[in-house]
């Protein structure tokens, strides 16, 4: 591994703190799985994505960026022989953040459905902010 791309030099300096984000990792050395992280958070931008497809267009677009963004941030920490599980998480975290979403439109239960929807926002905040720019400081549009 003689070369390193910038952007995966940037992130591997920044020490992002995503262990709490997405729950503990796989065990892999000592660091925190900034490849754990990132897959999930682009499963979940996708998922959200396709959420708002169906209930608010509007809003795609910026998901959309997001989701770029967050893809851009996981094709620089993701060795080529480590592809594969990374795409196993992304699939992963989009079919059990859509499920999420999915409560949300079709529960009748308040509770449930103001539960759901508080996961759905703390989650997709986490993942914002990973998010170099200023996409991840405004979340209102």
């Not at 020490?15 to 984000?21: F, M, R, T």
């Not at 979940?44 to 809003?59: D, E, K, N, S, Y």
């Not at 529960?107 to 449930?112: I, K, L, M």
């Amino acid at each position: 591994m003689d070369y390193i791309s910038f952007s995966r030099a940037l992130v591997l300096a920044l020490g992002l703190p995503v262990v709490g984000i997405c729950g503990a990792p796989p065990e892999r050395g000592t660091s925190p799985d900034l490849q754990f992280a990132f897959a999930t958070c682009v499963g979940r931008f996708t998922a959200l994505m396709q959420h708002q497809w169906l209930t608010g267009p509007q809003r795609s677009d910026e998901t959309l960026q997001q989701q770029r963004q967050m893809i851009t941030l996981l094709d620089a920490v993701t060795p080529p022989e480590d592809k594969r599980r990374a795409m196993s998480q992304r699939v992963q975290s989009k079919h059990a953040f859509g499920n999420l979403l999915a409560r949300i439109r079709a529960s009748r239960d308040p509770a449930n459905t103001r539960w759901a929807q508080n996961r759905v926002e703390r989650d997709i905040n986490a993942c914002r902010g990973l998010l170099l720019g200023p996409s991840s400081l405004s979340q209102s549009g």
